[in-house]
């Protein structure tokens, strides 16, 4: 039989490398820009098109490569950065593994211009799928200039699946600030379609946090970043935690370094988080900027391919050095919340100057008070005698059957035949709604029907308990909210037509330019669920929001639904529509421990049994939940 076993050739040995270094178009941005900071460059100049799509540029003042070396750079695992294995363990340079540039060329078009200062004339070098096609001399500049075009076009399936241009900008902006961040001393820019998203001059680290997300907080981020510095045998941590007043629940300002490369550390940002469990209420997430500075063989960033993910050798001993260095800070610039007496609405507490004499408390109390004696109920259900007489075991059973009225036995057969029983006229009225008519119970199928003339109470102030008819049912009210809302704005969104209040006072809606392509994108969206803007050559105004909307910065809902077009996780629904219904829904829904008048619960509960699936929230969380008289009995 015939060997069936090939070497692939490398030009599909190189498509299937660059699947894991070259992900999107702000992987190209990353590794390019990377070299360039390895070369010694001190100004970086990166360019767009398309989101990355039809051109990525990036240009750099680094000592630049020979003609030799501008050639062999493109084959898998060339670099300049490693000669020994053991140099793994003493790495000093963003990029080592020699991956990145054969990736790129094996998936676009590459042209390199690149010179170094001993060199008159520089060198031109360009690349079709890994392949070169041209090599001249030419003139230019010190340094090196890549020039990406059609990113993927060999790979249709990969540029199919990349997403819109706004959601790749996003990607590759946050590639560029995090090595923004780790290198203060650069000159950066980013330029997407001709228009300058940031322009960045060296200066002190604050001052570069600042420049990059100073329009966030409206100029106060300058007062809640914390400095911390500290020095140990393991490790040293400079950088910054901020106030919690800081904190935000969506995109939050969190960055980690480890060496002068940006990395992801889920336990170390558990350290950090824990330090402001007490700080901050549920879901707000704090503001960090933590550098660590550790010996290079006790760190393993040869993990994946993006350098990201890296292993400390001494985690554990670390973990509590962050933690206290994080809360040692927010005690030191008294960011712990304290009590203000001084308030105008303070109440006035009188001093006791011991003039005012003081009963002692008087305890009283009824002797003949027996809670275990039961009074005769008329009006009680026949479950709800068999509670009453549940207790007495089956040493009673037989003095109860000859007694007058039901027997226990007979009342223990009323309840097994309301358990199995649905009146047939609830069951026609409610033949539509099936989800309303049955709960759900250990998988036994339980009938039982909402009653909207049924008793209610309120619970907790977060929940409503309905007496039905053989079960009792627990609506979270807020979440029946977001059920109802949710369907609402969606069909608004449909419609485009919802209801706005006008603001007395227009929000400026605080953008930098690459949020403002965000911002364009949902314009429509944002406007057909009653958003109105005011927009000029240099700010927007939101000029109306959606009537239900109250006690919400505007300014901040509407960074939150642009926010929300991303978001990830279980349950969460699919579409940009559907996500931004949903975010409004859970913005404009009832709180939790909001008490509710009787009008206020009737006409809750009406409008869910009005949804099309009341069962459960749009992200998969149920709303309502039967608790039955078997239930019940198991507690006594």
């Given at each position: 039989?015939?060997?069936?076993?090939?070497?692939?050739?490398d030009s599909v040995a190189n498509q299937i490398a660059a699947g894991e270094v070259v992900q999107r178009p702000a992987s190209v941005v990353k590794e390019l820009m990377e070299n360039a900071i390895d070369a010694g460059a001190t100004r970086i100049d990166v360019r767009l098109k398309e989101a990355g799509r039809s051109l990525i540029q990036v240009t750099d003042n680094g000592k630049g490569m020979s003609p030799s070396d501008a050639r062999m750079a493109f084959q898998r695992h060339a670099t300049s950065k490693l000669r020994l294995t053991d140099d793994l363990f003493h790495l000093k340079t963003m990029g080592f593994r020699g991956e990145a540039l054969a990736s790129i060329a094996a998936v676009a078009y590459v042209e390199v211009v690149t010179r170094r200062p001993s060199d008159e004339l520089a060198t031109k070098i360009e690349l079709e799928g890994s392949a070169v096609t041209n090599e001249e001399p030419t003139l230019a500049a010190q340094g090196s200039r890549f020039t990406v075009r059609n990113l993927f076009y060999n790979i249709p399936a990969r540029r199919k699946f990349l997403g819109d241009n706004v959601k790749e900008l996003k990607f590759i902006r946050e590639e560029f600030i995090q090595i923004a961040l780790v290198y203060p001393e650069l000159t950066l820019s980013l330029t997407h379609n001709d228009d300058v998203l940031y322009q960045l001059n060296p200066g002190p680290l604050r001052q570069r946090i600042l420049t990059i997300f100073g329009k966030r907080s409206a100029g106060q981020l300058n007062k809640q970043l914390y400095p911390v510095d500290v020095k140990t045998q393991l490790v040293n941590i400079t950088g910054f935690v901020g106030d919690p007043a800081a904190a935000c629940q969506r995109d939050p300002l969190q960055y980690f370094f480890v060496n002068s490369r940006f990395i992801r550390h889920k336990y170390f940002r558990n350290a950090v988080l824990k330090a402001y469990e007490t700080l901050l209420p549920a879901g707000m997430q704090p503001v960090y900027f933590l550098y660590f500075e550790v010996a290079s063989e006790?760190?393993?960033v040869n993990i994946h391919p993006t350098k990201t993910e890296v292993k400390f050798e001494?985690?554990?001993?670390?973990?509590?050095?962050?933690?206290?260095?994080?809360?040692?800070?927010?005690?030191?610039?008294?960011?712990?919340?304290?009590?203000?007496?001084?308030?105008?609405d303070?109440?006035?507490?009188?001093?006791?100057?011991?003039?005012?004499?003081?009963?002692?408390?008087?305890?009283?109390?009824?002797?003949?008070?027996?809670p275990f004696l039961q009074k005769n109920n008329s009006h009680?259900?026949?479950?709800?005698?068999?509670?009453?007489d549940f207790h007495k075991g089956k040493s009673h059973a037989k003095s109860d059957e000859t007694s007058s009225g039901n027997s226990l036995k007979e009342r223990a057969a009323i309840f097994e035949s309301g358990k199995n029983i649905v009146d047939s006229a609830t069951?026609?009225?409610?033949a539509d709604s099936p989800s309303l008519l049955f709960g759900q119970n250990d998988a036994q199928v339980i009938p039982c029907s909402i009653d909207l003339e049924a008793p209610k109470i309120q619970l907790f102030g977060s929940y409503i308990a309905l007496n039905c008819r053989h079960a009792l049912l627990l609506i979270h009210q807020q979440r029946a909210h977001v059920r109802i809302l949710y369907e609402r704005y969606l069909k608004q969104m449909e419609l485009r037509k919802?209801?706005?209040?006008?603001?007395?006072?227009?929000?400026?809606?605080?953008?930098?330019?690459?949020?403002?392509m965000e911002f364009s994108a949902l314009e429509m969206a944002l406007q057909s669920l009653g958003f109105q803007f005011d927009e000029s050559i240099d700010r927007i105004d939101i000029t109306a929001i959606p009537v239900d909307i109250h006690g919400l910065s505007?300014?901040?809902?509407?960074?939150?639904?642009?926010?929300?077009?991303?978001?990830?996780?279980?349950?969460?629904?699919?579409?940009?529509?559907?996500?931004?219904?949903l975010k409004m829904a859970k913005a404009a829904a009832i709180p939790c421990n909001r008490f509710l008048s009787a009008e206020e619960m009737e006409d809750l509960i009406l409008r869910l049994t009005e949804t099309d699936e009341p069962k459960y929230t749009p992200d998969g969380k149920p709303v309502f939940s039967w608790i039955t008289p078997e239930e019940v009995l198991k507690r006594f």
């Open positions: 039989m015939e060997d069936i076993i090939r070497v692939l050739p006790a760190l393993d001494h985690e554990q001993a670390i973990w509590p050095i962050i933690h206290a260095l994080v809360r040692e800070a927010l005690g030191k610039f008294n960011a712990v919340p304290s009590i203000d007496f001084d308030r105008e303070a109440p006035e507490i009188g001093v006791f100057t011991g003039d005012r004499l003081v009963s002692p408390p008087k305890v009283s109390y009824n002797p003949s008070y027996n009680q259900t026949d479950w709800e005698l068999l509670f009453q069951e026609k009225a409610f919802a209801p706005s209040q006008t603001l007395l006072f227009p929000e400026s809606l605080l953008l930098d330019s690459a949020r403002k505007p300014n901040q809902l509407v960074l939150d639904l642009m926010d929300s077009v991303d978001e990830t996780g279980s349950g969460l629904p699919d579409g940009r529509t559907e996500r931004l219904a």
